[in-house]
C-alpha cells in the first residue's frame, strides 16, 4: 500500500493564480482531511469528509474548495491564491465510523505563493 | 465546539531524564484525544489515542498519556527519553457524536534532548 500521497511535493503561485493539491488514500478509509501548517500555530484544519460525497468545513475554510466524488481522492482547490496561504498542506485519512481512530498523513506539499 | 491548549512551545530534557507534556483541552462531553509525534521534514505519526475505558493509555516508542477529566487534561509522559525522541508533538482533540469528525490540533510543543 502507498498510504497516503500528495502532489506536488513542492509548489511556487503567484497572488491571484489557483490550482488544486491532489491527496489520494489506497486504505479504503472513509474519512479524510486537510490541515495547514504555520509556525507556532500546529495543524490547523481546513476541510473534512466522512465518506464520498460528503464534506464540511473545518476550522480555517475560506479561500479553499474541496470535493469528495471517490473514496480515494480528496482534492484541495485554492481559488485565487494569497500570501496568506503560503504554508506546508497535509492530508490525511482514517477508519472510522464516528470519527477517525487514527489519521494517517501523506508527506506534505509546500507552497508558497508570492 | 472542541479546543486544546499545549502550553509549553519548547521543551528541553536531558537524554535519560523523565518527560511530561502537557496538553489541556475543552469540550462538554468525553472527547477522543491523540497525541502524535512529528519527527524532523517528516509527516505525523500516530503515538496514543484515547477514547474510553482505561484513563491511562500506552502508546509506541514507550509514551504512555493520562486522561483526567477533572483537570481537562492528556498529559504525554515518558519515564526515560532518547536522542531520537527530539521532535515536536502535538495533542489532538475530536469530539463525540457528530463532532466526532472534527480533530483539533494544539499548537505543538517542540522537544528537544540535552546530551
Known amino acids: 500500500n502507498a498510504g497516503v500521497t500528495q502532489t506536488p511535493k513542492f509548489q511556487v503561485l503567484k497572488t491571484g493564480q489557483s490550482m488544486t493539491l491532489q491527496c489520494a488514500q489506497d486504505?479504503?478509509?472513509?474519512?479524510m482531511s486537510w490541515y495547514r501548517q504555520d509556525p507556532g500555530m500546529g495543524l490547523r484544519l481546513i476541510h473534512y469528509?466522512?465518506?464520498?460525497?460528503?464534506?464540511d468545513q473545518g476550522e480555517v475554510p475560506n479561500g479553499y474548495n474541496v470535493s469528495r466524488s471517490t473514496t480515494e481522492d480528496f482534492p484541495l482547490r485554492l481559488l485565487s491564491a494569497a500570501p496568506s496561504q503560503t504554508s506546508v498542506y497535509f492530508c490525511?485519512?482514517?477508519?472510522?465510523?464516528?470519527?477517525?481512530?487514527?489519521?494517517?498523513f501523506g508527506p506534505g506539499t509546500r507552497l508558497t505563493v508570492t | 465546539a472542541q479546543s486544546v491548549t499545549q502550553p509549553d512551545i519548547h521543551i528541553t530534557v536531558s537524554e535519560g531524564a523523565s518527560l511530561e507534556l502537557r496538553c489541556n483541552y475543552s469540550?462538554?462531553?468525553?472527547?477522543?484525544l491523540f497525541w502524535y509525534v512529528q519527527s524532523p521534514g517528516q509527516g505525523l505519526q500516530l503515538l496514543l489515542k484515547?477514547?474510553?475505558?482505561?484513563?491511562l493509555v500506552q502508546g509506541i516508542k514507550g509514551f504512555e498519556a493520562e486522561f483526567k477529566r477533572s483537570q481537562s487534561s492528556f498529559n504525554l509522559r515518558k519515564p526515560s527519553v532518547h536522542w531520537s525522541d527530539a521532535a515536536e508533538y502535538f495533542c489532538?482533540?475530536?469530539?463525540?457524536?457528530?463532532?466526532?469528525?472534527?480533530?483539533?490540533f494544539g499548537s505543538g510543543t517542540r522537544l528537544s534532548i540535552r546530551p
Open positions: 490525511a485519512s482514517g477508519r472510522g465510523d464516528r470519527g477517525p481512530y487514527e489519521q494517517y
Open positions: 486504505m479504503n478509509h472513509e474519512y
Open positions: 469528509s466522512v465518506g464520498a460525497g460528503i464534506t
Open positions: 469540550y462538554g462531553a468525553t472527547p477522543y
Open positions: 484515547y477514547f474510553s475505558g482505561d484513563t
Open positions: 489532538a482533540v475530536g469530539g463525540s457524536g457528530s463532532s466526532a469528525s472534527k480533530i483539533i
